[in-house]
T-cell receptor
């Protein structure tokens, strides 16, 4: 079945440093979604990418969808303590409607 | 109203108990989902309801029984659970059961089976 892996599994950064998480699928994806889950919280939808090579920005967050539509990345510039949480990508394979969540990257930001 | 409301927030139950989890949304979404999430793991899909009909059952044991009484409500009935069923149970909804809509998740029910 489809597998969606994320690296790194954990990342500790100092406040103000940049952070990137990578998402890789074993199959081509129709789209990719990103979610953030704060400690003790629930996943919150951030964004969806659909087109090959697409890049979208939300303030300090930059999302990319790979040309082959098998990978994606989330980059946070100048992290803040409010960025703490686990970031999940979720991919949709062509012809299906089921989202498969990636393994997640847990981000910790230290002052 | 842009929320998915889940009750209860916490639940402790014995292995012989019967309990129910409740989920409610008033966004007019026609797809609703149950997910199970273990600590430090991604959410795992359990059930999908589309237009109040069960569309997907991800080979979930029969001790979990979903129910969708109407387009706003989703229940998960629990019976004879095992300690390994302890987890965060998340309800989510989306406008339609199509993968090009983001999901709105509820805050979850943290279930402990003793």
């Amino acid at each position: 079945g489809q597998q969606v892996m994320q690296i790194p599994q954990y990342q500790h950064v100092q406040e103000g440093e940049d952070f990137t998480t990578y998402c890789n699928s074993s199959t081509t994806l129709s789209n990719i979604q990103w979610y953030k889950q704060r400690p003790g919280g629930h996943p919150v939808f951030l964004i969806q990418l659909v087109k090959s090579g697409e890049v979208k920005k939300q303030k300090r967050l930059t999302f990319q969808f790979g040309e082959a539509k098998k990978n994606s990345s989330l980059h946070i510039t100048a992290t803040q303590t409010t960025d703490v949480g686990t970031y999940f990508c979720a991919g949709l394979t062509g012809g299906g409607n089921k989202l498969t969540f990636g393994t997640g990257t847990q981000l910790k930001v230290e002052l | 109203d842009t929320e998915v409301t889940q009750t209860p927030k916490h639940l402790v139950m014995g292995m012989t108990n019967k309990k129910s989890l409740k989920c409610e949304q008033h966004m007019g979404h026609r797809a609703m989902y149950w997910y199970k999430q273990k600590a430090k793991k991604p959410p795992e899909l359990m059930f999908v309801y589309s237009y109040e009909k069960l569309s997907i059952n991800e080979s979930v044991p029969s001790r979990f029984s979903p129910e969708c009484p109407n387009s706003s409500l989703l229940n998960l009935h629990l019976h004879a659970l095992q300690p390994e069923d302890s987890a965060l149970y998340l309800c989510a909804s989306s406008p339609l059961y199509r993968g090009d809509y983001g999901y709105t998740f509820g805050s979850g029910t943290r279930l402990t089976v003793v």
